[in-house]
C-alpha cells in the first residue's frame, strides 16, 4: 500500500503516520526528517534548505525530487511506504507521477487531515522536541512530566526555530496558497480521503486505519 499524507503544518502527519507504519509494516519517508539531518549535518543541500526552513518558507523543488527519488526506489520501499511532507506543489505531484511511472509504483490513496487555522497556530507553537532523542511534547496537549525535560532520556526540549508564531503564520500562508490546491489534484483522480484531524488522536488513527484495510480488500 503506497500511501501520501496531506495537510498543513501542524495537522497530525508524524503522529499518524507512527500508528499506521507499525500497523502496516511499510517505511515513513518524511522529507522534514531528511532535511532537518541534512540541516544538522551542515551538508551543502542542508546549508541551501536551511536557508529557506529559517525564513518560514518551503524548499525549492530542485532540493527535494532527488531525496525524494533516492528514498522511493530502496528495496523495503517495495511492499509500500507511507509519504509524507511531499509533494507541496502541483509541479512535486507532477514528478512524483513521473517517478512512480519509472518505479512501476502508484499512490493508492492520499489522507488529507483538516484542522483550523487557530488549533494549528496553537499546536505549533506550543511543541517541544527533545535535543536527545527527538521525542514530541507539547506545552498543552502533551506536556513532559517535568517542565523542559524529556520523560523518556531526561534530554533538554527545545523550540524549534520555524515554530515561532511569525513564522507558523507564514507556513501556514505559504501552505494555503501552494499546497492546498494539490487537493482538487488528487481528488480528480478519485484518491482523496479527508479526515477530521481535530478528533482525538486514537479516533483519527482508527478511521484512517478502517479505510486503508478496506482498500485492502
Known sequence: MNILFMGPPGAGKGTQAEYIVNEFH???????????????QGTP??????????????????ITNGIVRERLAQPDCNAGFLLDGFPRTL?????????MTELEK???????????????LA???GRRICKSCGATYHVMFNPPQHDGVCDKCSGELYQ?????EEKVGTRLDEYSSKTAPLLDYYRNKGVLKEVNGEQDIQLVTAEISSILRGLGE
Open 123 to 125: 499546536r505549533l507553537t
Open 160 to 164: 524549534r526555530s520555524d515554530d515561532t
Open 26 to 40: 511499510i517505511p515513513h519517508i518524511s522529507t522534514g526528517d531528511a532535511f532537518r539531518a541534512a540541516m544538522s
Open 45 to 62: 543541500m542542508g546549508v541551501e534548505a536551511k536557508g529557506y526552513v529559517d525564513k518560514g518558507l518551503l524548499v525549492p523543488d530542485e
Open 106 to 120: 502508484k499512490i493508492d490513496v492520499v489522507f488529507n487531515l483538516v484542522v483550523d487555522r487557530s488549533l494549528l
Open 91 to 99: 509541479q512535486q505531484a507532477e514528478s512524483l507521477d513521473g517517478m
